[in-house]
């Protein structure tokens, strides 16, 4: 069974593209709108291109991999259309590999002008601000491994746009690489998943870039992760005792301390809040042993959605990248820490150790990769 994600901008044509895609259909197919999940929200809602706004997201993208994946097993397929960004791949790609889909991927990209046009003409439109437009539109501008996937549509017609990706389709174009499981020499190994990291964007502003390239190195240790086992992750690089698991569980302190703790003034989440940090000071490194591959994933993206929250709020405030944590410097007369200077500190911590994640994933299953 094929899905394919029609997505890209407002204004794209996404949705009447996939009409025309589904209508004369060769095999039966299932047109699935990812506006009405989020319509079917009806208390609590928030704008999804608004801060604040992450955990709705990821709950509407399961439902949407849940609902696609109901539709597949039962013999259909399916053309999703809507705001799907590649930041929302990696659980589609996940389920393809595990189920078997042919998983497509297709960006309809007018240029920002058509797309203001468009989208600020229609009276039926669920997005028509002009400056929410500007900042979807720019969400698909730097596409990076997957630019091959965009079709300016600004000056083409629906039907000549659904033509053309039909034919794409059937040439086997347009295709999103899944982890596969392959047999070799009567082993079953698993392919490493791709990296699913989106580029950050060369023209946007100075928040948005740091936030951008925070997010690409959080992608960036998940990737570095993905796929092992609780003894894959806990196996160490002899002299050193540094595991992929301790860095998942070191990252997701590291998250919490800066955010939770200097920034907002509060306490670190739990379970680091009761470690015995004066018998262990690595206690995150040492106990990431005992932990489950879901346990410690499950901490690292808790640890990263609280942050997150934290991050829109300062930034939401006056103070913006200026705003001041609550918690000063321990290096005497220096005081607080700007946002600025919290979050160039969390990519550069990052940074640091997702070298020390090449290495170790490497020496684990010899999967190399930038």
């Given amino acids: ?52 706004s992450q955990q709705q997201n990821d709950t509407v993208a399961a439902a949407l991999v849940g609902a696609v994946g109901a539709y597949v097993r039962g013999g259909y397929d399916v053309v999703l259309d809507g705001v799907v960004g ?14 078997g889909w042919d998983l497509a991927y297709v960006v309809l990209r007018p240029g920002l ?71 070799e020499e009567g082993a079953t190994t698993v392919e490493p998943p791709a990296s699913t990291r989106v580029d950050p964007p060369l023209r946007v502003d100075e928040a948005t870039t740091l936030r951008a390239y925070l997010d690409y190195h959080r992608d960036t240790l998940r990737w570095k992760t993905a796929g092992l086992s609780a003894e894959q992750l806990r196996t160490p690089h ?52 005992d932990d489950s591959p879901e346990d410690l994933r499950a901490l690292f993206e808790a640890a990263v959605a609280d942050a997150d929250r934290r991050i829109d709020a300062a930034l939401a405030s006056d103070d913006g990248l200026e705003s001041l944590s609550r918690r000063e410097s321990s290096r005497h007369g220096e005081g607080a820490f700007s946002l600025r200077w ?10 640091r150790h997702n070298g020390h994640a090449d ?12």
Avoid: C, Q
């Fill in 1 to 52: 069974m094929t899905v394919t994600i029609l997505t890209g901008p407002s204004g794209a044509g996404k949705t009447t593209v996939a009409a025309l895609l589904t209508a004369d259909a060769a095999r039966p197919t299932v047109n699935l709108t990812s506006d009405t999940f989020y319509r079917s929200i009806a208390t609590g809602f928030v704008p999804p291109y608004l801060s604040g």
């Fill in 86 to 99: 590649p930041w929302f791949l990696p659980p589609f790609r996940a389920a393809a590999a595990r189920e």
């Fill in 113 to 183: 002008e058509v797309a203001l046009a468009r989208a600020t003409d229609r009276s039926d439109a669920e997005l028509r601000d002009p400056a929410a437009v500007r900042s979807v539109h720019a969400s698909f501008a730097d596409l990076g491994e997957l630019e091959a996937h965009a079709r300016d549509t600004g000056d083409e017609e629906p039907a000549a746009t659904a033509a053309a990706v039909r034919a794409a389709l059937d040439r086997g174009e347009l295709r999103v690489p899944v982890r596969a499981t392959v047999e």
């Fill in 238 to 289: 002899p002299p050193s005792t540094l595991t992929l698991g301790g860095l998942l569980k070191h990252l997701a302190l590291v998250e919490s301390d800066w955010f939770a703790a200097v920034l907002d003034g509060g306490t670190v989440m739990a379970p680091f809040d009761t470690a015995d940090w004066d018998a262990d000071r690595d206690w995150e490194f040492t106990t990431a042993a």
């Fill in 342 to 351: 919290i979050l160039v500190h969390m990519i550069e911590e990052y940074a």
């Fill in 359 to 370: 290495l170790l994933r490497e020496a684990v299953d010899g999967v190399t990769g930038e």
